[in-house]
């Protein structure tokens, strides 16, 4: 009989897509394809309905807000964080899906897998290790072999291997670029490496981060990199097909934009990404892909700038057009174009546990600049323009550089995508497999 894994993947239900929902996307997808028996754990708002399946899985999707004021919910909120859960939190499962999901959505929990939802699965686990400094236990009626927590998260399964990723410790390391909880964030890291069974990250170099901070044994953590499964049908299209796409849904001409990735925020250096651009001197556009994440005041004020303002005659009338625009959110199937479109993917951000979107540039024979700290020039692994982040004329420099010169994009290129084999799909369900299987033989 196969061993069986319950999957914490909240991530999976957040109406925006983050880099932890495709980790668990991926690692769900990965376990499942290993012959593992896998049940996905997720947080509900809302009782489970038992009297109408239907109506209980339409309530974990529903977009409307629950009533301003519950007196029965503030009630349970208030018992909660006067005793925690002290009998451990109760995950049921949900009904067979029967509603209908976008496919293409980064954030949708499309599931394959069976899933359990418990009732305010993060904010229980946060009041709990509040009140006792302890991992909130997690009790179902099935029965598991292995849990794996997707992210730091006070959470135990009582008679199961208990694993742990660790993507990255940046409230401790960039304190002033998070509103994490910093002392909430710490006690949770020291006491899960502490207790768990085994833990995983995502770079070799978050993993002698963790080991540096923490002081942890290196037999008891493991680094297993990620992986992107982009579809084959993404793949397949051709310059024209993709220069379509992008004309007629962005405007924007193939190989003649440059491309951010990810929230706006203060680690992803979006001020000096788009000064160094901006002195760089390019004609060519500036487009940021991504929502609003916090402290981004001083980062969406530079994107207004007055300078990055043009104004063009079409023919007919003139039009007002920017040299920087941003994209709050883009399809996954329109995101795959603008990336294999884009004349070169820019991401120097201040630290990163891992950095898909380097990888996905990569995948899609992109060039990518990006920065020389943290695990970028691991990931990168010499098929990248490294740059000082905290150097806006580094940043500069390297965008006159790869504009200009069309041989050094052929090559970036070429060898990105030889070096995005290294992280395949194939490769990363081995290197799950031996972490899974020495903790279950």
Do not use: C
């Not at 029965?143 to 399964?157: E, G, K, Q, Y």
């Not at 207790?195 to 044994?217: C, G, N, Q, Y």
Request: aromatic fraction near 8%; glycine fraction near 6%; hydrophobic fraction near 40%.
């Amino acid at each position: 009989m196969s061993k069986s894994i319950l999957l914490e993947a909240h991530a999976l239900t957040l109406k925006q897509g983050t880099g932890i929902a495709t980790y668990a996307r991926n690692l769900a997808k990965t376990a499942s394809n290993a012959g593992y028996r896998t049940e996905l754990l997720v947080g509900i708002d809302r009782p489970i309905n038992r009297r109408d399946p239907l109506l209980a899985e339409v309530t974990l999707y529903d977009a409307s807000k629950p009533p301003s004021f519950d007196p029965i919910r503030a009630a349970s909120r208030a018992l909660d964080w006067a005793i925690g859960m002290p009998a451990g939190a109760r995950a049921q499962l949900l009904p067979s899906q029967r509603i209908v999901l976008d496919p293409s959505s980064g954030s949708t929990l499309a599931r394959p897998q069976p899933t359990r939802g418990a009732l305010r699965l993060e904010e229980r686990a946060f009041l709990h290790f509040n009140r006792h400094g302890r991992r909130m236990s997690i009790k179902s009626d099935g029965h598991h072999d292995l849990f794996h927590a997707t992210r730091p998260i006070p959470l135990a399964v009582k008679g199961a291997a208990n694993v742990y990723t660790i993507h990255d410790i940046v409230p401790l390391r960039l304190p002033y670029s998070t509103l994490d909880n910093k002392r909430y964030f710490y006690r949770v890291i020291k006491d899960i490496v502490r207790k768990a069974d085994h833990i995983v990250t995502v770079s070799e170099f978050t993993k002698r981060d963790v080991m540096d901070v923490f002081d942890i044994p290196e037999s008891r953590i493991s680094n297993t990199w990620q992986a992107v499964a982009i579809e084959k049908s993404f793949l397949d299209l051709n310059d024209d097909e993709v220069a379509n796409i992008i004309a007629h849904r962005y405007g924007l001409q193939f190989r003649e934009y440059f491309l951010f990735l990810g929230a706006i925020e203060p680690k992803k250096n979006v001020s000096r990404m788009v000064e160094a651009f901006a002195a760089s001197g390019t004609k060519r556009p500036l487009v940021l892909v991504g929502g609003l994440g916090w402290q981004y005041d001083r980062d969406v004020e530079t994107l207004n700038d007055e300078r990055f303002q043009s104004w063009r005659f079409d023919g007919e009338r003139i039009r007002a057009e920017r040299s920087v625009q941003r994209l709050p959110y883009v399809p996954l199937a329109s995101l795959m174009a603008l990336i294999r479109g884009a004349r070169a993917v820019l991401f120097p951000s201040l630290y990163e546990g891992f950095g898909l979107p380097v990888l996905e540039a990569m995948m899609l024979g992109t060039p990518t600049i990006t920065s020389n700290t943290s695990s970028l020039p691991e990931v990168a692994g010499g098929a990248a323009m490294l740059v000082d982040p905290y150097k806006t004329e580094s940043i500069r420099d390297a965008i006159k550089t790869i504009d200009a010169d069309a041989d050094l994009r052929v090559e970036l290129a070429t060898r990105g995508k030889e070096r995005a084999a290294f992280f395949s799909p194939e490769r990363y369900s081995e290197r799950m497999a031996a972490v899974y299987d020495g903790l279950l033989k």
